[in-house]
């Protein structure tokens, strides 16, 4: 018999390596089709591709690639983490995203031990990562002025193994406050006008220690009215924050290579004696030059190259003549083989991965407002005894 496992401190209640009956299983189907099920014996899962029954699911690993029960498609079947709860769950607010998440547990410091309130349970997202981060020792307290959002969270808390360590309570703390006192490390507001409830979410703090606190606010008008409360109320080092995702675009682009030094001395030689033609005054000696083929071939040039196409040319020589004049100058630029004009050709154009960014960033969910409060009380030093 194989032995089963205690449930992931902080995570959902599985019972091993091996689906069972009664596992909350996420279905992964594509990026945008994530969704889970009870493992129920005779229910089973549709979409597009097929069906797919619960009960060839049991006994499976998670993480399994499982066909659908006419082969035409496959979905994998993961175990659930507070970053797939949130992708799955049913939507009975407006969620937070790992993106805020990430930023919100960074800033209040949450960590194993923490104790936190946090006020507007809505939809449970954000309620599995803090209960992760802060098990096996933490405790989070969260309220719902909504009854029917509070029952549907208490009733998800207590399946996925999460009711010893979230306490959930349905109460209207703007207008009722907080029952605890000088118990918690960090708040976090999620209401239509948090400044209502600051005043008493400043004593749920412990006194002896700072506390971080975050309000989340969709309008710019709700941060500035929370910043003026914060600052009554005597918390430090305001701070507000946006995340915008910015999805940059992988694609393959050509580019053209530099030239070589051989090749931009030849043409800094040719440019300096075109030039010296020019300065010639009327009636004097006229300078011409013959550019050697090879030396054009070495220039970019926007046409595809075709190996094995290109005459054969004399190495790059300048040739000055002074029609006045029978003596001729000769410039020697320095040699490109024949050889070498072909790699020239053939480096001309490359291709490369870069990424561009878009030129607007969207995905705005909301401001993110971050304050400290000192310690209210500091221990008293005792008196050294002889």
């Known amino acids: 018999m194989q032995e089963q496992k205690a449930p992931t401190l902080g995570g959902f209640a599985v019972k091993g390596d091996c689906i069972e009956v009664g596992d909350i299983v996420i279905l992964y189907s594509s990026p945008s089709n994530v969704t889970y099920a009870t493992i129920t014996p005779g229910k089973q899962f549709a979409n597009n591709f097929g069906r797919y029954p619960h009960d060839s699911m049991i006994g499976k690993k998670w993480g399994s690639k499982h066909p659908s029960a006419t082969g035409n498609g496959f979905i994998y079947l993961l175990y659930p983490t507070p970053e797939l709860w949130t992708l799955s769950l049913p939507h009975r607010t407006q969620i937070l995203y790992n993106p805020d998440i990430s930023l919100i547990s960074t800033h209040l410091d949450l960590r194993p031990g923490v104790k936190m309130i946090e006020a507007g349970t809505g939809s449970g997202s954000f309620s599995h990562a803090i209960a992760r981060t802060i098990a096996p020792t933490g405790h989070l307290y ?10 549907k969270a208490k009733e998800e808390f207590a399946d996925h193994g999460l009711a010893d360590m979230v306490t959930a309570e349905h109460r209207d703390v703007c207008n ?24 008493a979410a400043k004593k749920t703090f412990k006194k002896n220690k700072t506390g971080k606190i975050c309000c989340f606010s969709p309008c710019a008008e709700q941060v500035l009215k929370t910043t003026l409360a914060l600052q009554k109320l005597g918390f430090v080092d305001i701070k507000m924050f946006e995340i915008l995702v910015r999805p940059y675009e992988v694609k393959t682009v050509q580019i053209r290579s530099l030239p070589t030094l051989d090749q931009a001395n030849c043409r800094h030689t040719i440019g300096r004696l075109k030039r010296k033609s020019r300065e010639e005054e009327p009636g004097e000696s006229v300078v011409e030059l013959e550019i050697p083929s090879a030396l054009d071939s070495a220039a970019p040039s926007a046409a595809p190259f075709k190996a094995g196409t290109e005459e054969k040319r004399e190495p790059p020589t300048i040739m000055v003549e002074e029609k006045t004049s029978a003596v001729k100058e000769e410039v020697v630029a320095p040699v490109i083989e024949e050889k070498e004009v072909s790699a020239i050709k053939e480096s001309e154009v490359k291709e490369m991965v870069g990424l561009k960014p878009p030129k607007e960033s969207t995905g705005h969910t909301s401001f993110l407002t971050f304050a400290t409060l000192l310690p209210q009380v500091f221990p008293q030093k005792q008196n050294a005894t002889a």
């Open 142 to 151: 969260t309220f719902e002025f909504n009854e029917e959002r509070y029952l």
């Open 176 to 199: 009722n406050g907080f029952e605890q006192t000088d118990l918690v490390d960090a708040v976090f507001l999620d209401l239509p006008a948090p400044w209502d409830a600051l005043a």
